[in-house]
């Protein structure tokens, strides 16, 4: 089961003791992704609560990687906003609050990569990826405190370089793939593979941030508000 968790209480400090202003409204991110965490922070937005929402992210047959990144996307969304009605209900102080989830996919053509967790899917992926054009899909779900939801879905095209064989093998050593879509990190050691990149690199990382303030200040939200550490 998902559990709420204060974004301070995570980092180690006691959340009871952080102070938010009036003003401002709670974000949620539902997500344990720790590059999703700290996209966020790059850009002066803290989560007040990390709600990872366990959904089946089992793709649908037939089902293309622009539509499936979506759907998982706001099921993530949808499904976070369930839970903080829940706890509004058991007395958890949880407020307004606008949550943001976000679903990344790998694509060769309408071939969706897995998430590679052990070490024969993430050599399958870079073998596929060797040397050709691949597609990054990231969407994006953003929830407002009223509940309207809105999306978006950001496509990267990238193209690796020809890896050769001992290139592919300190990778898997390195264990960096782990639990990544297409079994690599653009932002760890993966980025030295990629010859050309056309769209938003935070996307590929994990979460597009210029959509992710658009979104936002869309609904309302203080982004700029938040710069100034009131």
């Not at 050309?196 to 939200?221: D, H, N, Q, R």
Request: aromatic residues 6%; charged residues 25%; contains cysteine.
């Amino acid at each position: 089961m998902s559990e709420i968790v204060s974004s301070q209480a995570q980092d180690g400090g006691p959340a009871e003791n952080a102070v938010r202003p009036s003003w401002r409204p709670q974000l949620v991110l539902a997500s344990a992704s720790p590059r999703r965490l700290a996209l966020l922070e790059q850009i002066g937005l803290t989560p007040d609560i990390l709600l990872p929402a366990e959904i089946d992210e089992t793709p649908r047959r037939g089902e293309k990687p622009r539509d499936y990144a979506r759907r998982v996307a706001i099921d993530k969304a949808e499904t976070a906003r369930t839970l903080l009605k829940a706890s509004e209900g058991k007395g958890e102080a949880v407020g307004n609050a606008y949550i943001v989830a976000a679903d990344t996919v790998v694509a060769v053509g309408r071939r969706i990569l897995p998430k590679a967790e052990i070490a024969e899917e993430a050599e399958q992926c870079l073998r596929l990826l060797s040397g050709r054009a691949h597609r990054v899909y990231t969407a994006l779900a953003v929830v407002s405190p009223h509940g309207r939801l809105r999306d978006r879905v950001v496509e990267t095209r990238l193209r690796f370089k020809n890896l050769a064989r001992d290139e592919m093998d300190g990778y898997l050593a390195s264990g960096e793939w782990r639990g990544k879509a297409g079994g690599y990190a653009i932002q760890g050691l993966a980025g030295s593979f990629v010859v050309k990149l056309v769209g938003s690199y935070s996307a590929v990382v994990g979460l597009p941030l210029y959509e992710t303030v658009s979104l936002l200040m869309g609904e309302g939200f203080p982004v700029h508000g938040h710069w100034l550490n009131l």
